[in-house]
């Protein structure tokens, strides 16, 4: 299991976790950007995929545990598990995610919110679980004692996916959570969803991703999920291939920039493998915004 890396923002302790790897097309990770300038930052395998994290945050609130975002879960076939390069297996069947959990003296139960930043495989997944030993393979929310928070429009974006959208929504992510009542659907652009955790709408990757703030005594941290998945998507016209809207994605990008150098915010990037960029400062440098 890699390690937790947690940091302090303000009065709450923050872990990114890691729920596992998985293996993308190096040219649909940067869009436009051509490969010999990707790969002089990051290095393809023999199938020109490139290694990212999957990098969920947990934040200890006086309310209860909140994790945002899930990773990949178990309910996929090996089959898929090849396609995208996953490899995210912990004990009993389940994720090293649930092993990094408890790895900090926590159980699953303590989780109280699951925020979802939106609702494509990678980010949902672990919503759910099959338990290993139901030959039946029923699918049961992961977290039992949560309620799991999703964007409305984005729920609904999903559940109406085109061919080109609808390799990245599976509805067994959200479905049972829906029959039992635990999804709970947000409207707006921006709001607070814990005291302390706040979500602002960064549209581009999907029309209604969000991004989450951790804020507390004058520190935030930026979880900005896929509108910068890794630190090499920094540069504004780095863009993934997989956005659907991607001149929307720049746009939330600048936004962000403007506020983060701004104000100081520190980044975690939750498909970025390399732990040094955890936690890393946005600052203004002479090519434009970098880390500090
Ligand atoms: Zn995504």
Same mark, same amino acid.
């Given at each position: 299991?890699?390690?937790?890396?947690?940091?302090?923002?303000g009065?709450?302790?923050?872990?990114?976790?890691?729920?596992?790897?998985?293996?993308?097309?190096?040219?649909?990770?940067?869009?436009?950007?051509?490969?010999p300038?990707?790969?002089?930052?990051?290095?393809?395998?023999?199938?020109?995929?490139?290694?990212l994290?999957?990098?969920?945050?947990?934040?200890?609130?006086?309310?209860?545990?909140?994790?945002?975002?899930?990773?990949?879960?178990?309910?996929?076939?090996?089959?898929?598990?090849?396609?995208?390069?996953?490899?995210?297996?912990?004990?009993?069947?389940?994720?090293?995610?649930?092993?990094?959990?408890?790895?900090?003296?926590?159980?699953?139960?303590?989780?109280?919110?699951?925020?979802?930043?939106?609702?494509?495989f990678?980010h949902?997944?672990?919503?759910?679980?099959?338990?290993?030993?139901?030959? #039946? *393979?029923?699918?049961?929310?992961? /977290? +039992?004692?949560?309620?799991? %928070?999703?964007?409305? &429009?984005? !729920?609904?974006?999903?559940?109406?996916?085109? #061919? *080109?959208?609808?390799?990245?929504? /599976? +509805?067994?992510?959200?479905? %049972?959570?829906?029959? &039992?009542? !635990?999804?709970?659907?947000?409207?707006?652009?921006?709001?607070?969803?814990?005291?302390?955790?706040?979500?602002?709408?960064?549209?581009?990757?999907?029309?209604?991703?969000?991004?989450?703030?951790?804020?507390?005594?004058?520190?935030?941290?930026?979880?900005?999920?896929?509108?910068?998945?890794?630190?090499?998507?920094?540069?504004?016209?780095?863009?993934?291939?997989?956005?659907?809207?991607?001149?929307?994605?720049?746009?939330?990008?600048?936004?962000?920039?403007?506020?983060?150098?701004?104000e100081?915010?520190r980044v975690?990037?939750?498909?970025?493998d390399?732990?040094?960029?955890?936690?890393?400062?946005?600052?203004?440098?002479?090519?434009?915004?970098?880390?500090?």
């Amino acid at each position: 299991m890699r390690p937790v890396i947690t940091q302090q923002v303000g009065e709450l302790r923050v872990h990114a976790l890691h729920a596992g790897i998985q293996r993308l097309d190096g040219g649909a990770m940067f869009g436009v950007v051509p490969k010999p300038l990707w790969s002089r930052r990051i290095e393809a395998d023999d199938r020109n995929r490139i290694t990212l994290a999957m990098r969920p945050l947990l934040i200890e609130h006086p309310d209860g545990l909140v994790l945002v975002d899930t990773g990949v879960g178990n309910k996929e076939s090996d089959k898929f598990a090849g396609i995208y390069g996953i490899d995210n297996a912990g004990s009993d069947g389940r994720t090293v995610l649930e092993d990094a959990i408890t790895s900090l003296g926590h159980s699953l139960s303590d989780v109280k919110l699951v925020l979802n930043t939106h609702l494509h495989f990678d980010h949902c997944g672990g919503n759910t679980f099959i338990p290993v030993d139901d030959v #039946e *393979r029923r699918v049961q929310p992961a /977290f +039992p004692g949560a309620r799991y %928070v999703a964007h409305r &429009r984005e !729920l609904d974006y999903g559940t109406h996916a085109n #061919e *080109r959208t609808q390799a990245s929504y /599976f +509805p067994h992510n959200w479905e %049972v959570l829906q029959q &039992r009542g !635990l999804l709970e659907l947000i409207d707006g652009p921006a709001g607070t969803i814990v005291p302390g955790v706040k979500v602002l709408a960064t549209p581009g990757h999907t029309p209604w991703h969000m991004s989450a703030l951790v804020e507390s005594r004058g520190e935030t941290l930026l979880y900005p999920a896929d509108t910068i998945p890794t630190a090499h998507h920094i540069p504004l016209p780095w863009i993934m291939g997989y956005d659907v809207e991607p001149l929307r994605t720049l746009e939330s990008k600048r936004a962000l920039y403007t506020r983060g150098v701004a104000e100081g915010w520190r980044v975690v990037f939750e498909h970025d493998d390399d732990d040094a960029t955890v936690g890393a400062r946005m600052v203004m440098g002479d090519r434009g915004v970098q880390l500090g």
